[in-house]
């Protein structure tokens, strides 16, 4: 190989290398990011959770003092 082709493959090789290292930090932020929108959900589902038992409770006790004469 010529001088010129192993400097354009070096370059080449360089470029691949530096994108290598864009991806794995993208792919790092972005399942950082996942995590925290599932931590997220999860604490979204307990509070709709927490408030259907409340709501469920308080229809209990309307229908309990319906019944009461």
Do not use: G, V, Y
Not at 52 to 60: A, F, G, W
């Amino acid at each position: 190989m010529e001088d010129a082709d192993l400097q354009l493959l070096s370059a080449k090789l360089d470029q691949l290398i530096q994108r290598i290292d864009q991806l794995r930090a993208e792919n790092r932020q972005l399942r950082a990011n996942e995590q925290s929108w599932q931590q997220e959900r999860k604490q979204l589902i307990e509070k709709n959770e927490l408030a259907r038992h409340k709501i469920e409770s308080m229809i209990s006790r309307l229908k309990a003092l319906e019944q009461d004469p």
